[in-house]
């Protein structure tokens, strides 16, 4: 069975510039979330889907991040216009249902520098 | 101070040393995770426990509910075992959010 797939693996921008990330989570999985990694830290949540809807984003900064997942499946990172504090690891994770009793499981990860 | 702290930050072993790393939360938790992490950035689940102990291969996991600490065991140490280990909980009161300690940088030299 695949994994939860994210693309690009690495992406290195100037500041200002758009730039998206893009996740496949594993088949059946209904919850999807992601996450931003800094550098020596541990993730942190950045929008969790139930499905197609965004329940909970009160960690993306709305001015910049956009995310979607319009068909409840694919989703896609969005910021614009890059900051050079926006360099880290964006994670992508999904899991059947969220509850307590099922395990996230993460996707490679983006790292995005930018310059 | 952050909910989930993990001790130590940096650990060197040689190969074949019994490692421990340790996490201690300060809220009430549903599930405790620990994870993974090769340089890359891609996580692997390790364990989920919310009782008692678990057991994978060299890998032993243990949670004390009343004290709040959990700890990962990993036995026979290998260099195959360099990575960063993770603790996140699920917190009662945070719904379905983890929280995520700094992680331990583990490095294991032949």
């Known amino acids: 069975e695949a994994g939860v797939v994210q693309s690009p693996r690495y992406k290195i921008i100037e500041k200002k510039q758009p730039v998206a990330f893009w996740c496949n989570p594993i088949s059946g999985h209904n919850t999807l979330y992601w996450y931003r990694q800094n550098l020596g830290q541990g993730p942190e949540l950045l929008i969790r889907y139930e499905n197609e809807e965004a329940v909970d984003d009160s960690q993306l900064p709305k001015d910049r991040f956009s995310a979607e997942r319009l068909k409840g499946v694919d989703s896609t990172l969005k910021i614009q216009p890059a900051e050079l504090g926006d360099s880290a690891v964006y994670l992508c994770?999904?899991?059947?249902?969220?509850?307590?009793?099922?395990?996230?499981?993460f996707g490679p990860g983006t790292r995005l520098t930018v310059l | 101070k952050n909910e989930v702290e993990q001790s130590p930050q940096n650990l060197t072993a040689q190969e074949g040393e019994f490692i421990t790393i340790n996490c201690s939360y300060s809220?009430?938790?549903?599930?405790l995770h620990w994870l993974q992490q090769h340089p890359g950035g891609g996580i692997v689940s390790l364990f989920m426990?919310?009782?008692g102990k678990k057991k994978h291969g060299r890998l032993i996991a243990t949670i004390n509910i009343q004290e709040k600490h959990s700890s990962l065991h990993i036995t026979a140490s290998h260099p195959r075992d360099s990575a960063v280990y993770i603790c996140?909980?699920?917190?009662?009161?945070?719904?379905?959010?983890?929280?995520f300690g700094e992680g331990t940088q583990l490095t294991v030299n032949p």
């Open positions: 994770a999904s899991s059947l249902a969220d509850n307590s009793y099922n395990e996230q499981f």
């Open positions: 809220v009430g938790i549903s599930a």
């Open positions: 996140a909980v699920r917190s009662k009161t945070s719904g379905s959010r983890l929280t």
């Open positions: 426990l919310s009782s």
